[in-house]
């Protein structure tokens, strides 16, 4: 592995630490009126409060916030540590992309609370985080996949 490998895949193995880490972290401050208090909102109490109320919003929830990136992260550090085969990275990204799914919808949540007006909600730097560990996965795998685009045509070029 070059020295780029092992930095992308030191970054995309502190990303097995930093997704829990997000998920516990305040994504935003909530508040039915602005003379009330302001309560916590974290990726797990939101989907705990969704398996309270609507089971298949949790579950897609569940699975895109929690499992889809980490699991992508895993897959990732196994194509680093060539444990799994570089042809699974365009299936990757796409879960990649899906996984950023969740932070637009969070997004989207938050412009509609704040354009009704009836409420108060400040984003807080776990929204940051979580975000940021997204981001940061998809340009690991984008960067993974450009570094090793060369070498698999230099092995298919000394096989001819």
């Not at 516990?24 to 401050?29: D, H, I, N, T």
């Not at 989907?47 to 895993?74: C, E, G, H, M, R």
Request: proline letters at 4%; a positive charge.
């Amino acid at each position: 592995m070059k020295r780029s490998g092992w930095a992308l895949a030191a970054l995309n193995l502190s990303l097995l630490v930093l997704y829990p880490l997000a998920w516990w972290a305040p994504l935003m401050w909530a508040g039915v009126l602005p003379l009330f208090s302001l309560s916590e909102i974290s990726v797990l109490t939101g989907i705990q409060s969704l398996w309270a109320s609507d089971i298949f919003l949790a579950l897609v929830v569940t699975v895109f916030a929690l499992f889809v990136p980490y699991l992508k992260t895993i897959a990732m550090a196994l194509v680093h540590f060539d444990l799994l085969k570089p042809q699974v990275l365009p299936v990757l990204q796409v879960l990649g992309k899906l996984a950023m799914a969740d932070v637009f919808l969070i997004a989207l949540y938050i412009t509609l609370a704040k354009g009704i007006g009836l409420g108060r909600i400040e984003v807080a730097w776990g929204l940051y985080l979580f975000t940021g560990c997204i981001l940061a996965s998809l340009w690991v795998s984008w960067k993974t996949q450009q570094s090793l685009r060369p070498s698999a045509i230099d092995r298919e070029q000394e096989t001819t």
